[in-house]
């Protein structure tokens, strides 16, 4: 993967013209500021830290990581929309704002597609599905045949409409072709502390969140939900050893307000290539559940989003999850 990454990072500094080049050589020439639209803390908060930090060795000037919090991660994604395309103010992007927000609500302050530059994604985490320590299913295969034979005796938790514990039990369900019951809670915390009083049946949690708690046998790892084992928890099998194929995954990306010059752009993504590569940047996205990225330019992350949001609309509409507005 290193290889594949220098050679991408190389080729997109190749491609400028003798005009970009001189501008992307000229650029940055003050701080730059990275946008957050959720608060400190997170586990998105954290991924722009780490990478604001290397960035700015990269770059030369400092990366400044601002929490614009509020509204579903609506503020901070619209001041980036409408600020100043100049490579300046860049957002730390993420599937709510860019994947699962056009689809869950008609009106958006901003269009997750044309008001923005894509620059470089940087992470690709899957969810946990975790149960209680006394489960009487032993694995995913298990869980489902007990499904098939009692319909509708599983429950699930889920907090926040739209989130990813709900949709990424959505996509587990409709591709076994089972119906369980959903449980709400107002955090995933509360979840997991029903998860441990057997309120519930399994739960689809961040690594972070949840990992901790299967290390000291408070919960049950059923799966994770990429097609290959995170590096956190090998030991721990994914859903689609069971459904080839199979993959839940919540991502990150970098972008810049659209209309940004394409050699700022191209200069940022070869900058930010070389951070993700980085062993020491690895080693923390790894503690975070998060798995490293084998194709991080513009022209990848552009697709995602549009691959994504379509893949996450058909699952809305199938599990009738309606309009948030």
């Not at 001189?22 to 730059?32: G, H, K, T, V």
């Not at 946008?35 to 990478?51: F, L």
């Not at 045949?145 to 509708?152: D, E, F, L």
């Amino acid at each position: 993967m290193k290889r594949r990454l220098v050679l991408q990072a190389g080729t997109a500094l190749a491609g400028l013209s003798a005009s970009g080049l001189a501008l992307a050589q000229q650029y940055p020439s003050r701080p730059i500021k990275l946008v957050v639209p959720w608060p400190a803390a997170g586990v998105t908060d954290i991924v722009a830290r780490v990478v604001g930090e290397k960035l700015q060795a990269e770059l030369g000037q400092p990366v400044v990581v601002e929490n614009k919090a509020g509204a579903n991660g609506f503020i901070g994604t619209e001041y980036v929309a409408k600020a100043a395309p100049d490579g300046y103010t860049l957002l730390l992007m993420t599937t709510s704002t860019h994947v699962v927000a056009p689809n869950l609500y008609r009106k958006l302050p901003y269009d997750p597609i044309k008001d923005f530059a894509p620059i470089s994604q940087i992470t690709a985490a899957p969810t946990i599905m975790v149960a209680p320590p006394n489960s009487p299913h032993k694995d995913v295969a298990a869980l489902i045949a007990y499904a098939k034979a009692n319909p509708k005796k599983l429950n699930y938790a889920t907090y926040g409409a739209g989130g990813s514990s709900q949709l990424a039990a959505a996509l587990f369900m409709q591709a076994a072709d089972i119906d369980m019951t959903p449980i709400p809670y107002k955090g995933s915390a509360p979840a997991i502390v029903g998860l441990m009083a057997g309120e519930c049946d399994v739960f689809f949690d961040s690594i972070p969140a949840s990992l901790g708690h299967v290390k000291n046998g408070k919960l049950k790892a059923l799966a994770v939900t990429s097609q290959k084992r995170v590096e956190a928890a090998p030991e721990i099998p994914t859903v689609a050893e069971t459904f080839p194929g199979f993959e839940f995954i919540v991502w990150q990306g970098v972008e810049a307000p659209a209309g940004t010059p394409k050699a700022v752009v191209d200069r940022l993504s070869a900058a930010i290539i070389k951070v993700i590569d980085q062993p020491e940047v690895k080693a923390k996205f790894n503690g975070l559940g998060a798995m490293g990225v084998s194709s991080p330019t513009p022209e990848h992350l552009a697709q995602q989003k549009v691959r994504e949001k379509d893949k996450m609309g058909t699952v809305i509409k199938r599990a009738n999850i309606g309009y948030l507005d």
